[in-house]
């Protein structure tokens, strides 16, 4: 059996855009202290290795737990935030003249990435991690969109900061899932936790 924590990055700065793939957008404060309490639950999980997207907030995130848990992390691009060329827009212009990105014709025809793009890479990462670390306690750092697309199995609409995406409530910022696969790879079970 091997298990997976999902996390998503803590609150960043200028938290009213919606950065996707920009450069900056390190963690606030108040993301750093969510982080630290993160990094406090994991103290005990007998985690073997951290994976994190090339972000500064989730390098920042992974960087806390990994101080805490003395483990060093490998980043990686498969796990990486949604490409679009909506990135650094307003948050509440994108609620509500936007509304469904992966459906939105500027997107698309700018290169910006579809469900199953995002599901693909993932699920790739993933399935390289059981393979390599079949057995042990792993942790992802990501974003929300493409934890919530690898969980939904690619049965996924986005509306942006929607409260629920398929069976799961969308992961907070600081969130963590925890996803346990059996010896075939296959999900077993998945937990979102209140720490």
Sequence with gaps: MSTIYFVRHGEYENSHIIPLRAKGYPLSQKGIKQIKKVANYFQNKNIFIIFSSPMLRTKQTASIIGEKLNLKIKISNLINELKSPFQEYDKKYLMEKIKNIYANQDHLKKGGETIEDIHKRVNKLVLKILKDFQGKNIIIISHGDPIMIFLNKKDFTSNILQSEVGNYKYIPK??????????????IGIKELDY
């Design 174 to 187: 600081s969130g963590i899932v925890k996803v346990t696969f059996n010896t075939k790879n296959q999900i």
